[in-house]
């Protein structure tokens, strides 16, 4: 097995990842079409997944994969476009960083994993360092947008918390888990894409290597990096990396697209930062002596084997 060091960096690669999304909408993709580019991110994504990993759902493994493609996927991106459309760029991304506020609470209702002083400071933290970056002054505010990001933070918190506890049919690896949940997604997507937005757009080929960089690189390994660091590490540990995404997008505007970066704003990546690797530490945990390593809700999942294999 990798060390957690180790995972933990590779799973800190989706956050990444999606730290570009903004960048390539803006530069390759239409204009006024994020239901149909939530869609191209999915389920094409989704079916490439399938026919590789040659993997169906099985049992109860229907429906729970259709409830987390939902959460994770398909109210993940609606929500999260309309905050986008409602709200100015830094008030959208403020209201989406308070996800990992919400996974430490349901992470201690489903999963047993008991806050800390330490998750809730790094989550606290980490919120306010990119309300910094990306929060500008006299930034207006849409109730509607609001309690659309909020949604779409509790949807991925709640859909993240799922996956955690769910875990993975036998035999099943995360690529193929990744892929049931995209196309079921991707088909939430779907007919609420065309009767909002009518027909597809015609696309140049700019539009189309972004939209197939957004389905490969930005979502089919983004995401299957994120449940598989989900599978291995703790709900809380997982989703205090979301920050690096703002942080991501930040550094691309400033590099790619002639963006500033002040004195306030690198105060706050600093504080973000620090706030993600803050959160990536260990809980201690003291074992009896003589005792057997076990897992489940109340044990740190950072440290106990998974009860299944993943």
Known sequence: MPSRAAVVAV????????????AVTTEFLPPDRPLFTGLMRALPA?????????????????????????LNIGAFFPLLFLAAYRL???????????????VVGLAALLLGERPTVRALSAATAAAFGVSLVVLTAGAAFDWVGVVAGLASSASMSVGT????????????????????????????????????EGAPPALDGGALLGYA????ANTAVAYWLWFRGIGRLSATSVTLLGPLSPLTAAVVGWVA?????????????????????????APRRVRPSGSAEQTGPGVPVDLAVPAVRR
């Open 46 to 70: 989704g079916l490439a997944l399938l026919a590789l990993t040659r993997t169906l759902p099985r049992g109860a493994w229907w429906w729970r994969s259709a409830v987390l493609g939902a």
């Open 88 to 102: 100015p760029g830094g008030v959208a991304a403020v209201v989406g960083s308070v996800g990992p506020l919400f």
């Open 213 to 216: 960089y957004l389905a490969l």
């Open 257 to 281: 697209l002639g963006q500033s970066l002040g004195p306030v704003q690198l105060v706050g990546m600093a504080v973000a930062f620090a706030a993600t690797v803050t959160g990536q530490i």
């Open 11 to 22: 799973t800190a690669l989706a956050p990444v990842s999606w730290g570009t999304t903004y």
């Open 161 to 196: 918390v799922l996956t955690k506890r769910w875990g993975r049919p036998a035999g099943t690896g995360p690529l193929a888990m990744t892929g049931w949940q995209l196309t079921a997604g991707g088909l939430v997507i779907a007919p609420v894409a065309f009767l909002v």
